[in-house]
């Protein structure tokens, strides 16, 4: 499985690179578009919905939604940032308000605010100052993370972290995720030399943690759905929106604290 995921990644990193340095910006649009559609696609399983109909309004919905969101993107970020707490309760309380989960209602709105929230703040941090150079970072942060956990939970896992959420993630993989990525974060400062630096690596902290609670979201709809991938696209690492819970996560925040944190970058 490690080999697997390992030769996807290798795969999948250099186009990911290409894409944000090399295409123009309405081709990386269209492919962020296209993230947002398999993200979309993906999503329908974890709603407790089978008519067509539905499904296609929720297509639909997403579609207004990201629309909307360009022209009332503060207001659209405060309400993602207060569902990302209310998602918060719900893991760290899970199976408590479950129920709550098992609503249609609930996931289908949950989808259009936080994918279109998540398109929208990757245009947004691409279109800044140093914008490519931001995503990359972003990108290797949340990377980071991931591969932190992996090494450090397989090599000294013992205590578990949210097991009835997911059972594999381990406290000792959350500080080896966490120390990777604030690693990143010190290269990212020497790279990016912002003006506030405490602030830096403030944004660094809470968009690890919270990228860490992107993909226990996920865990816990698919849980809760019975569902064990989103999808099958990539090899060893399931789906699309498997391999974007943390950045759906991570970008409104991140975002977030590049413009009110960090003015001076």
Known sequence: MFRQRLLTALILVPLVLFAIYYANSWIFIGLVLLLLLGCALEWLPLIPISRLGLKLGFITALIIGTWLSHYIYDYWLTLGLILWGAILVAVLNFPKFQSVWGYPWVIFLAGVILLSLFAQSMLRVYHQNQGKDLIVYLLFIVWAADIGAYLAGKQWGKHKLIPQVSPGKTIEGLCGGFILSML???????????????????????TTLISVLGDLFISMLKR???????????????????????????????????VLITPGL
């Open 184 to 206: 990143i974060a010190i290269g990212g400062y020497f790279y990016f030399q912002p003006v506030y630096p405490l602030r830096w690596f403030l944004i660094a902290v809470f």
């Open 224 to 258: 809760r759905s019975k569902v064990k991938d989103t999808g099958h696209l990539l090899p060893g690492h399931g789906g699309v929106l498997d391999r974007l819970d943390s950045l759906i996560a991570a970008l409104p925040l991140f975002n977030c604290g590049l």
